[in-house]
C-alpha cells in the first residue's frame, strides 16, 4: 500500500519482518522479495535519489542503454506494492534498536511534518550516497549535464568516454590520481580542480609525465547543448575543449540514522558486511553503496535478494511449519 500523511494510521501499529530504508534500485530488489517471501515489508524513501538522476543505464543486462534510473524505480516500486509493501515516502532520522525490534523514526512532510515511529524485526539500510558535484552560481548549468556527458562513475561509463577529450574534476589531490584510471579509457584528460585543491609539485611532474594538462582555477560554465558537452569555461575565461568528463570529488552518505546502533563494524562511511549483505548486527542488513565494496546497480539489486533471503530464512527457520490440517487429523483419525 502507498503510505502518506492520510493513512499513515493504517500502518503505525504495525510490526513489520523488516523495514527497507531507502526505495532505489537495491531496496526496491530486496522489497519486491520480501513481499513475494509473504512478509510484511515497508520501504521508506526519501526521494531524488542516485538512481532517479541516473540518466540511461548502460550495463545492466536485459535493459536497453537508454533505460532512465527514474523508469526503473518507478516500475520497481509499484512491482513492490502491488506484491504487498508499504512504500512511504519520508526521511528516516533516527533507528533505536530495542532488543527484539527496531523503532525507526520517520520525519513526513517538508512543512507541518509529522514524525511517525514504525517497528520491525530487522532493518535494510539501502538509503545509498549522492556524488558531490562543483558547485558553481547556476547548478542547474551542471545538472544540464551530470548523468549524461559529466559522469560520475568510471566502471559504469568508462566506456562511454572513449578515446574522447575528457576533464577530470577533483576535490582532492588524492582523487586527482583516477587521472591514472581513467586513461585506460581515454589519455585526452585535463584535470581540474575548481579551486579547491593545493596540488604537490610531485603530483604536478606526475601529470605532466603523462601529458596531462592542470588548471586549478574554478570552473564559470559548462558549455554545450542537448546536455551533450562541448567545454568547460573557467573563471578567468580559459576555454578548455572536452565531449565528456568524470567528477571524482567524492560523496555524501546517508547513514546517520545508523550512527547510535552499537555493534556495527565501519569502514569509514561504509558498513562492513558479512555473507549475505549482513553487518555485524545480526538484524541489520546493509545493501549498495552504503556497503563496503564495488558501486554498481548489479551488485545492489544482488544484495537487496541476498538480504531478503536471508531475513525469510531466519524468520521461517524460527516458524512453526505449515501443514495440511485436515490430513493430519484424518490420519490420526484412521490409526
Known amino acids: ?53 541516473m540518466q540511461d543505464l548502460r550495463n545492466y543486462v536485459g535493459l536497453d542503454p537508454d533505460t532512465r534510473g527514474s523508469a526503473i524505480v518507478n516500475h520497481g516500486t509499484k512491482q513492490a506494492v502491488d506484491w504487498g509493501a508499504d512504500h512511504l515516502r ?58 549524461y556527458t559529466l559522469h560520475v562513475c568510471m566502471i559504469c561509463d568508462g566506456f562511454d568516454m572513449w578515446d574522447q577529450k575528457a576533464v577530470l574534476i577533483a576535490g582532492t589531490e588524492g582523487q586527482i590520481n583516477a587521472a591514472f584510471v581513467v586513461n585506460w579509457f581515454t589519455p585526452y584528460i585535463t584535470v581540474l580542480t575548481h579551486g579547491l585543491v593545493e596540488v604537490s609539485n610531485e603530483m604536478k611532474q606526475k601529470l605532466a609525465d603523462h601529458g596531462y594538462p592542470l588548471y586549478e582555477q574554478k570552473i564559470a560554465k559548462f558549455h554545450g547543448e542537448n546536455h551533450k558537452m562541448s567545454g568547460v569555461e573557467l573563471e578567468d575565461g580559459t576555454m578548455i575543449e572536452a565531449t565528456t568528463g568524470l567528477v571524482n570529488m567524492g560523496s555524501t552518505y546517508y547513514n546517520d540514522y545508523l550512527k547510535g546502533i552499537e555493534g556495527l563494524e565501519w569502514d569509514g562511511e561504509n558498513l562492513v558486511t558479512q555473507g549475505l549483505a549482513q553487518t555485524t548486527h545480526d538484524r541489520i542488513f546493509a545493501i549498495g553503496d552504503l556497503k563496503k565494496g564495488l558501486n554498481q546497480v548489479s551488485i545492489a539489486v544482488a544484495d537487496g535478494t541476498m538480504a531478503a533471503t536471508q531475513i525469510w530464512r531466519n524468520i521461517r527457520r524460527a516458524s512453526e511449519p505449515r501443514k495440511w490440517e485436515a490430513n493430519v487429523k484424518q490420519k490420526a483419525i484412521v490409526n
Do not use: H
Request: contains cysteine.
Open 90 to 147: 519520508g526521511f528516516v532520522e533516527e533507528v533505536t534498536d530495542e532488543g527484539d525490534t527496531f523503532a525507526v523514526k520517520v520525519k513526513v512532510g517538508r512543512k507541518n511534518s509529522t514524525y511517525p515511529v514504525f517497528r520491525s524485526k530487522y532493518l535494510i539500510a539501502a538509503s545509498g550516497v549522492m556524488d558531490k558535484l562543483p558547485q558553481l552560481d547556476d547548478m542547474q548549468n551542471v545538472y544540464d549535464y551530470a548523468g
Open 1 to 53: 500500500m502507498k503510505l502518506s500523511s492520510k493513512n499513515l494510521g493504517d500502518r503505525v501499529d504495525t510490526l513489520y519482518d523488516a523495514i527497507v530504508v531507502g526505495g532505489g534500485m537495491g531496496g526496491l530488489s530486496a522489497a519486491i522479495y520480501l513481499a513475494r517471501y509473504g512478509l510484511k515489508c515497508l520501504i521508506i524513501e526519501k526521494g531524488r535519489g542516485r538512481s532517479v538522476w
